[in-house]
């Protein structure tokens, strides 16, 4: 059993981590279905044990958190835990007219429930890996299979980058500010140093336990690994792992300074400091701006630190991130590629979970630290020894590098690290069950666990099937697929109810639709804003599904409290405010009296304004064109085009008075 437990587990991991790191969705699914099936097979063979541990509390709490960000809750309960979400909810329902009785705090249930999934599947992999070493597999197995993996990310990596094209596998990286840096499998690269930076320290962990029971060419073996895969690691350029790796280290010569019999010497000392003050000088360009990075953490991390006080209890929702951001975001950021993580796990786990949950997050990990420091401490067995200190190593770089990258967001890296705690747990926990303990009650426990596993593979099935029907992922490596019919649509709606994107997906095959009769179906339109209406049901603080609706509906009030909604959750996008603009033009041209129009005028004016100075352009493709355009249609007058113009924009005010003097022949009306 042993065998087929870590073997299972390790070619569950090597497919996560060769497939790009395990960030697309489909593949991502069918690696879920074999790791909860081989859980369940684990819990009917090595039942659990029933006295959990008292760090667990903290854990299960955190988990009970989330199962109620998704949860329908009355509306009374829901406005006192998150009045954000609970508002957003609110104007989704007085829009669309559906209910509002029951609410759900997550900004986006369908990825709360995703990101639940892919937590169950860690604990999954995690039960797989402490069956199997419990069972009589060595915990250096796994010290093994991450000295494997390592060194083959290392060597593919300098192959594809530094050959005649940089690619991972079949697909030539689109990323090219990652052109000339190490990512192996993975596509970011450092996602790639994430990874170094687990398995370099258990390697030399491991390296310093055969050193230390005299079985010196295994020593050598994985010092020389780790020794490889730390050379790889400036050459994948992420200098948030170079600095991580600097602090990690001089806590564990702290550590081993402290522990009896591990004491370095006075050399050794000397080098280390030296690597570390190299490092760290090395990663001091972080506060400065590259020209390989889209934007700036630090100005990220200061645009959406104010949602910790919108939702302080509950957060937007774990996975609800960029909904919950959109209203906060700069307009450099505001754009076609919004941010879809805060780069600095610590600060989304906030955010995405309020301060209860960080708070849930850190105490589990003190107790469980706390335990494990204080059995490492006082263990005198070499092998438990070294392979402690090099799960510290990790565990204190990746919490170092999580303050500047996502790597617990990516499935690969996350695995990795469930094996390093299972390695060094196994290394220094029991090795027998408690005697005391009932053989059938833990049976029954067994049972129970692998059949609540085994229901987790319906909706990972059913999301499966859902995104084959129809993809909603990003996926840059699959290559465009063929636009899905309405019935195949309808039928992933079916499977997957809470994702927005599907509902938004149907409404727009009906506005393309629309588009293309003629004369105009009012149906169609009214199809278009049902299912728009739907998916802000589950979405309500996307802006673009407001305006989309906002141009569905009939009924001006409602239309223009759409447009007054859809500013609202995305506040800087100058795409959509250049949308909005147009919207606001043609509202003042049909309205009936000076009152209306005049007040769609400001409105216009303000928006696009904005919209100019977030995102003015070049003088021939500039969208500032858009602008004077829509504004000049309807009402052609060289004052209301000026009034668009900011002020201090020298550039802007140019252009549009080189176009009113072109005089363009824009003199009708729509």
């Known amino acids: 059993m042993r065998h087929l437990l870590f073997t299972g587990a390790a070619l569950l991991l090597l497919a996560v981590q060769f497939l790009f790191g395990g960030v697309h969705v489909d593949r991502l699914r069918l690696i879920q279905i074999g790791l909860f ?18 760090f667990t509390l903290p854990w299960l709490l955190l988990l009970s958190l989330l199962l109620i960000q998704i949860v329908p809750l009355p509306a009374m309960l829901a406005e006192l835990l998150s009045p954000g979400a609970y508002q957003a909810a609110l104007e ?69 980058t530094f050959g005649a094209e940089q690619k991972i596998w079949w697909w030539t990286q689109e990323f090219k500010q990652y052109k000339g840096y190490l990512t192996g499998t993975y596509i970011n690269k450092n996602h790639l140093a994430g990874f170094i930076g687990l398995a370099a320290p258990m390697c030399f962990g491991a390296a310093l336990a055969k050193f230390k029971t005299r079985d ?80 700036f953490r630090p100005e990220l991390w200061q645009a959406v630190l104010p949602m910790l006080k919108d939702f302080p209890l509950t957060g937007v929702g774990l996975g609800a991130f960029s909904q919950g951001a959109y209203p906060y975001l700069p307009p450099s950021m505001s754009g076609a590629t919004p941010p879809i993580h805060a780069h600095n796990d610590w600060l989304q786990l906030a955010l995405e979970t309020g301060l209860p949950g960080l708070a849930l997050f850190l105490a589990g990990a003190w107790l469980f630290m706390r335990r494990f420091l204080d059995h490492w401490s006082r263990s005198e067995d070499p092998t438990a020894t070294g392979l402690g200190l090099g799960m510290i190593w990790a565990l204190t770089y990746m919490a170092a590098h999580s303050l500047f990258d996502f790597n617990l967001r990516i499935p690969a890296n996350g695995f990795a690290l469930l094996l390093v705690l299972a390695i060094g747990s196994s290394a220094l926990g029991e090795k027998t069950a408690n005697p005391a303990e009932s053989r059938p009650a833990r049976i029954f426990a067994g049972v129970v666990a692998a059949c609540l596993l085994l229901a987790s593979i319906q909706p990972v099935v059913a999301e499966y099937r859902a995104h084959r029907l129809c993809p909603t992922g990003i996926d840059s490596t699959a290559g465009p697929s063929p636009e899905p019919t309405p019935p195949k649509i309808a039928k992933a709606v079916s499977l997957t109810p809470l994702d ?31 299912w728009l209406a739907k998916a802000l049901k589950n979405e309500p603080a996307n802006g673009w599904y407001w305006y989309h609706l906002g141009t569905m509906l009939q009924d001006t009030a409602s239309a223009d409290q759409c447009m007054t909604l859809a500013r609202k959750y995305r506040p800087r996008d100058a795409r959509l405010l250049y949308a909005l603009g147009e919207y606001w033009v043609l509202r003042a041209f049909e309205a009936e009296n000076r009152a209306d129009r005049e007040n769609a ?23 500032w064109r858009r602008a004077a355009i829509a504004i000049w249609k309807c009402f052609p007058n060289p004052a209301l085009v000026r009034q668009v113009v900011p002020p201090t924009d020298a550039k802007a005010r140019r252009y549009f008075e080189s176009w009113l003097k072109l005089r363009p022949a824009y003199g009708g009306h729509y």
């Open 37 to 54: 099936s081989l859980a369940a097979l684990a819990m009917i063979l090595s039942p659990p044990r029933l006295r959990p541990a008292t």
């Open 216 to 295: 010196r060419p295994i020593a050598i073996v994985f010092a020389f690994g780790g020794l490889i895969m730390l050379a790889g690691l400036p050459l994948t350029g992420s200098r948030g792992g170079v600095v991580s790796l600097a602090l990690a280290t001089a806590v564990v010569c702290i550590l081993m300074q402290i522990k009896k019999n591990s004491r370095l010497s006075m050399p050794i000392q000397a080098a280390i400091l030296v690597l570390c003050a190299c490092a760290a000088w090395f990663g001091l360009k972080l506060s400065s701006r590259s020209a390989l990075e889209e934007f």
């Open 601 to 623: 005028r400001l409105k216009f004016t303000a928006i696009l304004r904005q919209a100019v100075k977030w995102d003015r352009g070049d003088w021939k493709t500039g969208n």
């Open 92 to 160: 989704a329902c007085s829009v669309s007219g559906l209910d509002c009785g029951w609410t759900r705090l997550s900004l986006n249930p369908f990825g709360t429930k995703t990101a639940l999934l892919d937590i169950l599947s860690g604990l999954a992999f995690l039960s797989i890996l402490a069956r199997a070493f419990r069972s009589g597999t060595s915990p250096l197995a796994g010290v093994w299979l991450l000295l494997v993996m390592g060194l083959f990310q290392v060597a593919y990596g300098a192959v594809q």
């Open 500 to 530: 927005a994107r599907l509902q938004a997906r149907m409404a727009e095959h009906y506005m393309r639709a629309g588009d293309k009769s003629s004369p105009p179906n009012p149906a169609l339109k009214e199809l278009a804003a049902l």
